[in-house]
């Protein structure tokens, strides 16, 4: 584990992985596992999150994270996920993504930014 993804509030001493950062790295290694099987022009978006961040995990240690597809509904696919450091467990939970297709994904969001332009203007 790094700086960067590190909490720094309790000083230098105090410095470890961050829960917001564990979540981001739950997030990329369940969306990397999907594009290994997705098709061309496919991508996934995190839909939710719960997680148990159980024990500290000092800098310059290796975290393991795990996930299993535990279910797939059509689009939406279920994840149990645990992380560990090089000593202990420090995580468990789970993640749901949802899978998209990109170019539809950004019609939609265009369409929004359009409607948002009329409300605004």
Known sequence: MDRDRSIGFMGEEGRVY???????????TC???LLEYG???E??????????????????MSVEIKV???????RKV????TATDEIEPICSGTHGRFVVDV???IERLKAKA????????
């Open 78 to 81: 279920s994840f149990d996920v």
């Open 68 to 74: 299993t597809v535990t279910a797939v509904e059509g």
């Open 18 to 28: 961050g829960t917001p950062y564990l979540v981001r790295d739950i997030e990329h």
């Open 43 to 60: 991508d996934s978006v995190g839909t939710d999150i719960a997680i148990k961040h159980a024990a500290p995990t000092l800098l310059g």
């Open 114 to 121: 359009a409607k948002r332009a009329v409300k605004a203007g």
């Open 103 to 105: 170019g539809k994904t």
């Open 31 to 33: 969306r990397d596992l």
């Open 39 to 41: 098709d061309a022009g």
